[in-house]
């Protein structure tokens, strides 16, 4: 077996989620292992005249009962998920107020476009009501509002930044706060995603891509058509295995390796030789070999191609057997930049129950997609083992590889 390389191990002390499931990392798992798709028909502050009228959209949601008044007027709804999710994540960590903080403690917050809801208010009201822009517009619309909020809110002071690289983002975030903290620079990271994205002229530009389904997304399924659209946040703490020993914190498991890659092939089409060079890194960085990993979440979009394409990649990486897989998009939506922290807190949760879960909405194995897709069902099985596959437009691949501890 490959030697994992002299550096600091990773673990994750605390998760916290906002989704299409509700408040709550646990709603978001339970909906993910029982299979109840959280997608509804879009509820929208102006009307829509679009075709595709379903998304996962986070329902019922009160920002002012989570969020000070004096706070609440900065934050786009992006910010907002970010700071439940990262208060709950916390809050599991074993933290309280700015205890995590300090020069020591990161913040990497990845969103594919930050302040979407923000910037589709703007145009309606710069082009349509020709009504002057809020004062706090550009504060509430920057990408960098999600972590320099949270590291303002819990007092941390080290590496802080967002990142953008479509739907990778979060999967991106949490992988270079490892390589941070496994590199010593940094004791502890609060690091995710998050994305507000189901807004009209979202929706709207997403069916002029042709990739949205008008009813169920299927992967890996024959007669898949599509992905829905959805939003979210979800946050996890990270500290060196040393820092957590230290003040006697419980980890929910260990972050053994991390890949990233480009494609560099085309702005919308996937590639095999890049999502399979992303994962053996991850085997690499771990010091695992292909046989090791029990289970897999896929980015699995539903779409007709990139469902072959992962396909093809994870057999070229684990041979004509890869393990077991599941794409959870169907229940959560494909959250764009929060889609890779959604997934990664599923996969924990998968890790620490023994149950992988199913890809709802399956009707037939699809000859070109040669995968055990878990279809429908939940499967209770041992898990020692888990990766998580992020794979966005433009190239970028990030995988994620945890381990039971």
């Known amino acids: 077996m490959p030697q994992q390389s002299a550096a600091h191990r990773i673990v994750i002390t605390g998760m916290g989620a906002v989704s299409a499931a509700g408040v709550g990392a646990a709603a978001l798992w339970r909906a993910a292992r029982d299979g109840v798709s959280c997608v509804r028909p879009v509820k929208l502050p102006r009307p829509f005249t679009g075709r595709i009228g379903i998304a996962a959209?986070?329902?019922?949601?009160?920002?002012?009962?989570?969020?000070?008044?004096?706070?609440?007027?900065?934050?786009?709804p992006f910010t907002q998920f970010s700071i439940v999710a990262a208060d709950e994540a916390l809050a599991q960590a074993g933290f309280e107020g700015k205890e995590v903080g300090g020069p020591r403690t990161a913040v990497i917050i990845g969103t594919g476009i930050g302040g979407a809801t923000t910037i589709d208010n703007n145009a309606y009201q710069e082009y349509k009501i020709e009504t002057r822009p809020d004062t706090l517009t550009v504060p509430r619309l920057i990408p960098s509002a999600a972590p320099t909020t949270l590291g303002m809110r819990y007092g941390a002071?080290?590496?802080?930044?967002?990142?953008?690289s479509a739907c990778s983002s979060a999967t991106q975030a949490i992988g270079e706060a490892f390589e941070m903290l496994r590199a010593g620079r940094a004791d502890r990271a609060i690091a995710g995603g998050a994305e507000a994205c189901v807004t009209n002229g979202a929706i709207r530009s997403w069916e002029a891509l042709?990739?949205?389904?008008?009813?169920?997304?299927?992967?890996?399924?024959?007669?898949?058509?599509?992905?829905?659209?959805?939003?979210?946040?979800?946050?996890?703490?990270?500290?060196t295995l040393e820092a957590?020993?230290?003040?006697?914190?419980?980890?929910?498991c260990e972050l053994v390796g991390y890949g990233t890659t480009?494609?560099?092939?085309?702005?919308?089409?996937?590639?095999?030789e890049g999502p399979s060079r992303c994962m053996r890194l991850a085997?690499?960085?771990?010091?695992?070999?292909?046989?090791?990993?029990?289970?897999?979440?896929?980015?699995?979009?539903?779409?007709?191609?990139?469902?072959?394409?992962?396909?093809?990649a994870m057999r070229a990486v684990f041979g004509d057997r890869p393990p077991p897989v599941s794409s959870t998009k169907p229940v959560h939506g494909h959250?764009?930049?929060?889609?890779?922290?959604?997934?990664?807190?599923?996969?924990?949760?998968?890790?620490?129950?023994?149950?992988?879960?199913?890809?709802?909405?399956?009707l037939e194995p699809d000859p070109k997609c040669e995968v055990d897709a878990i279809p429908n069902v939940a499967r209770k099985m041992p898990i020692r083992v888990a990766m998580s596959n992020s794979f966005a437009f433009g190239g970028i691949n990030a995988t994620l590889a945890v381990r039971a501890i």
Do not use: W
């Open 283 to 312: 085997l690499e960085s771990a010091g695992l070999e292909p046989g090791d990993v029990d289970y897999l979440n896929a980015h699995g979009t539903a779409t007709y191609a990139n469902d072959i394409t992962e396909s093809q």
């Open 210 to 239: 042709r990739v949205l389904t008008p009813d169920l997304c299927r992967p890996f399924s024959q007669k898949r058509n599509g992905m829905t659209l959805g939003e979210g946040a979800a946050v996890f703490i990270l500290e």
């Open 335 to 362: 959250a764009l930049g929060a889609s890779g922290g959604l997934e990664l807190a599923i996969t924990i949760f998968a890790l620490r129950d023994q149950i992988a879960p199913p890809t709802i909405n399956f």
């Open 262 to 272: 480009s494609d560099a092939f085309d702005p919308l089409r996937a590639d095999v």
């Open 157 to 164: 002071k080290g590496p802080t930044f967002a990142l953008a």
């Open 244 to 252: 957590a020993q230290a003040r006697g914190a419980t980890p929910l």
């Open 57 to 76: 959209q986070v329902p019922d949601f009160d920002p002012a009962a989570y969020i000070g008044a004096e706070l609440l007027p900065y934050c786009d």
